[in-house]
């Protein structure tokens, strides 16, 4: 089945989905886009990170994709439904499969999940949790701090704990076991959030349960690639192309094969090139 995985994020933190379906699925052709330019979706009102969302599918769905992700918490959380119902081929978000990865390895149902205001005012994780146990205990909280964090490339400074330290505060003293790092970015803060909330708690990475999710369903489906080829992944941004491909490169280690330029809405005048 030579028709490509389409991926969708707000920017370069869906790469992190991006690398565990490589990982995955070494066989499986990727087209990604990231929407660079208008990045970060966080912050944004629902219906602007809905239209930018749809503007990333349809272009997504020229290419003939098999099946897509969306890479983004926060655009998951807006669209994930609507985008299911619309479309023929099956769509994947990153909240039930983080959500899911939770229920399984919480001692005491009490869950923590932590994400951009977007995400957690749309209440997606609390919904995707109780639907699938009625009883979980759920603790929401926005660490805005966490992607400029994380973008800034302080990711393991002395600096970067006392933030994340200060962002978990409202966690202090409060009993979960579980916590799910419900943001793209959050899992390169991974040891740092561990060292501050302590051993004793489980963090969860959606990216990697969802690239599991996304391996369950070509299976199922009969979709996978099982030939004998390497794949040639396509990289769309719409922001510049030598920025993304210097974080793309590091960070897909030799995966990236092609990095274009791309337009959507009216994000060719955002460009810096
Ligand atoms: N990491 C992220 N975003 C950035 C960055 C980064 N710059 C350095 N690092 N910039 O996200 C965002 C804005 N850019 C994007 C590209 O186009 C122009 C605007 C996290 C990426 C997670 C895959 C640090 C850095 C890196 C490589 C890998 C990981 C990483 F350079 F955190
Ligand atoms: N990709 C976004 C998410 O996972 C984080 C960056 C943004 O705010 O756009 O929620």
Known sequence: MKRPIGIIDSGVGG????????RQLPKEEM???????RCPYGSRPSQEVRAFTWEMIERLL??????????????????????????????????QPGAI??????????????????T???????????MINEKVKVESLACPAFVPLV??????????YKIVKKSLDPLFGVSFDTLILGCTHYPLLHDVIQSVVGDHISLISSGEETAREVSTILNYKE?????IRTPRHTFYTTGSTKRFAAIANRWMEGAVTEISKLSLGNTASFSME
């Open 31 to 37: 087209i990604y886009i990231g929407d660079t330019a």
């Open 15 to 22: 790469l992190t989905v991006a690398k565990e379906i490589a």
């Open 151 to 160: 973008e800034q490339g302080t990711y393991n400074r002395e600096e970067t």
């Open 101 to 118: 990865a939770a229920l399984k390895v919480t001692t005491r149902n009490h869950i923590a999940v932590i994400g951009t205001e977007g």
């Open 223 to 227: 979709l996978l690639c099982t030939g």
């Open 62 to 95: 020229d290419e003939n994709i098999k099946m897509l992700v969306i890479a983004c918490n926060t655009a998951t959380a807006v669209v994930l439904e609507e985008v299911r119902e619309a479309l023929s081929i099956p769509v994947v978000g990153v909240v």
């Open 120 to 130: 957690v005012t749309s209440g997606a994780y609390v919904k995707a949790l109780e």
